[in-house]
Nanobody
């Protein structure tokens, strides 16, 4: 079983940047699918990006070219670098993990291990 703790959220103006981190512990982190997700009070949780054990990545269309998912296996840490932030990016951001490590996609139903979330607020 893996435990996940997010950090790095905050408040920024539109056009700004933030980097989220997700510290993982408790299992063989490198063989998991890892993903970032977000949720607002008005919308269901949605996928943002995912990364395979070999480093292959996938993104939803709304963040392509602006967000980058990466991981540091040595430090068991997942990252989400966010550039050109927009007010519509405002949400609680969650990291998630699932054993497997291949053909990973940012689909909520694919993941069973979740962090508690970190809030990102983008003002116009």
């Amino acid at each position: 079983q893996v435990q996940l703790v997010e950090s790095g959220g905050g408040s920024v103006q539109a056009g700004g940047s933030l980097r989220l981190s997700c510290a993982a512990s408790g299992s063989t982190y490198s063989s998991y699918c890892m993903g970032w997700f977000r949720q607002t009070p008005e919308k269901a949780r949605e996928g943002v990006a995912a990364i395979d054990s070999d480093g292959s990545t996938s993104y939803v269309d709304s963040v392509k070219g602006r967000f980058t998912i990466s991981k540091d296996n040595a430090n068991n840490t997942l990252y989400l670098q966010m550039f050109s932030l927009k007010p519509e990016d405002t949400a609680m951001y969650f990291c998630a993990a699932e054993p497997g490590g291949s053909w990973c996609r940012p689909a909520v139903s694919d993941y069973n291990y979740w962090g508690q979330g970190t809030q990102v607020t983008v003002s116009s």
